[in-house]
C-alpha cells in the first residue's frame, strides 16, 4: 500500500506572472474567436480598470484557487496595488492562503485518484483530495486549532469577517510567518501589510468555522466573538459610498460575486448617488441557462443596476489558464505603475483586540 509520505510528495508550485510575459500571447489571441478574444478584451479592460486611478479594484475569489497554484499571482496583484478589496470563499482564504502561510503545503495528485479512485484508502491516510490536489487533514486541523487560538485572543464582541482576516495577519506577522523571516509570502499577509480589506461573507464555512465553533462551545454561557455578515456588508458598501469608480475581476461566482455585485443597490438604498460598477470581468465555466449566480452574465446583472454595460466581459474558461494571463498581460503592461494603493482598511473603523 502507498504510504502517505510517498502521496504527499509533489508540492503545488504557484505560478509567477513576473516571470512569464504574456503580452504578445494575448494580444494575438485578440484577433481569433470564441474564448481567446473574448480574454483578449478582458486582460484590456483590466489594464484599463488599473490605468483608471480614480477607480477601486475589487477582487472577488471562489473556487479553490490558492490549492491549485495561483497564491503567487494574488499576493502580486495586491503588492502592486493591483487590487484594492479582496471578497473571497473563506477556503480560498483560510485553509488555503492562511494554511500555506503557517508552513503546510498542496500536492499534486497522480491521475488515478482524479476521478475517485482511492478516496477511501485517502480517507485511511487523512489525505483529503481537491479533484488533482491532495491536502494533509492532520495539518488541517493544526490550521483549525490555530484559528481557535486567535479567536481565543479577541475581546468578545461581534466581528466582520475582515476584521477577523486583520487578526490572523497580526498573527503571522507576530509569530514571524513572514519573508522577511524567511518564510512564504501570502495573501493574508500582503493585505495586512497594505491595507487590503478581505471580506469572506460566509467565513464559518472553512477552517475559521471549526476554530470559532470549538471557541462558542467552549465558552457557553459567556460571552463570545462572532462573525456578522451584515457588517462585512455594511463595510463594502461604505468602501462604494467612498470611492464611487470600481471595478470587479471576479474569478467564479456564487456568494462573492453576489457579495461585491450588491453593493451598488446597498449604496442606493443607504441614500449615496451609488453609479454601477464601471469595469466587471467575470471568469466562469458556469453555465448561464440555470439561472444560477457563477453563470449568470454581466449584462443580466446591469438589468439590477450594478454593472455598467460599457467595459463588461465574461470569460468562459477555466481560472487558472485564463487568470495567468489576464493578470500577467496588465502587470507587464505596467498598467498599475501610477497607482498607489486605495488602503480601503483605513477607511473602515479599527479593530479592537
Known amino acids: ?19 512569464h510575459n504574456v503580452v504578445a500571447l494575448v494580444d494575438a489571441m485578440s484577433s481569433m474567436a470564441y474564448s481567446s478574444r473574448d480574454l483578449a ?18 477582487l472577488c475569489l471562489a473556487g479553490s484557487m490558492i490549492s491549485a497554484g495561483m497564491q503567487k499571482v494574488i499576493v502580486d496583484l495586491v503588492r502592486n496595488n493591483m487590487v484594492d478589496a479582496i471578497v473571497s470563499t473563506g477556503a480560498n482564504i483560510v485553509d488555503q492562503d492562511f494554511f500555506e502561510a503557517l508552513g503546510y503545503r498542496h500536492y499534486i495528485a497522480g491521475d488515478e485518484y482524479k476521478y475517485g479512485a482511492g478516496d477511501a484508502t485517502l480517507r485511511e491516510l487523512a489525505i483529503d483530495r481537491i479533484y488533482d490536489t491532495f491536502i494533509d487533514e492532520d495539518e488541517l486541523r493544526i490550521c483549525d486549532d490555530v484559528m481557535k487560538q486567535i479567536t481565543d485572543s479577541l475581546e468578545p464582541r461581534a466581528y466582520s469577517s475582515r476584521e477577523f482576516i486583520q487578526a490572523m495577519g497580526k498573527y503571522l506577522v507576530d509569530h514571524k510567518r513572514t519573508p522577511k523571516d524567511g518564510e512564504h509570502d501570502s495573501i493574508v499577509l500582503a493585505c495586512y501589510e497594505l491595507d487590503v480589506p478581505i471580506f469572506c461573507p ?16 467552549e465558552r457557553r454561557g459567556k460571552a463570545v466573538v462572532s462573525i456578522d455578515s451584515a457588517k462585512d456588508f455594511y463595510e463594502l458598501t461604505q468602501l462604494k459610498m467612498a470611492n464611487p469608480t470600481t471595478g470587479l475581476l471576479m474569478i467564479g461566482g456564487g456568494v462573492p460575486k453576489n457579495f461585491a455585485q450588491d453593493i451598488v443597490v446597498a449604496a442606493d438604498v443607504l441614500g449615496a448617488d451609488a453609479t454601477m460598477h464601471k469595469y466587471a470581468i467575470q471568469i466562469t465555466v458556469a453555465d448561464a441557462r440555470d439561472g444560477a449566480l457563477s453563470g449568470s452574465t454581466l449584462k443580466e446583472a446591469s438589468s439590477w443596476g450594478k454593472v455598467d454595460l460599457t467595459y463588461e466581459q465574461m470569460v468562459f474558461a477555466e481560472a487558472t489558464i485564463a487568470v495567468p494571463l489576464i493578470a500577467g498581460y496588465a502587470y507587464h503592461k505596467d498598467a498599475y505603475k501610477a497607482r498607489t494603493g486605495k488602503k480601503f482598511a483605513q477607511v473602515l473603523e479599527p479593530v479592537t483586540a
Open 1 to 19: 500500500m502507498t504510504t502517505k509520505k510517498e502521496l504527499l510528495n509533489d508540492q503545488i508550485q504557484h505560478i509567477d506572472i513576473k516571470q
Open 41 to 58: 478584451r478582458a486582460a484590456k479592460i483590466y489594464e484599463m480598470m488599473l490605468r483608471d486611478t480614480e477607480c477601486g479594484v475589487i
Open 202 to 217: 460566509a467565513f464559518s464555512d472553512c477552517s475559521a468555522g471549526f476554530g470559532l465553533v470549538a471557541h462558542q462551545h
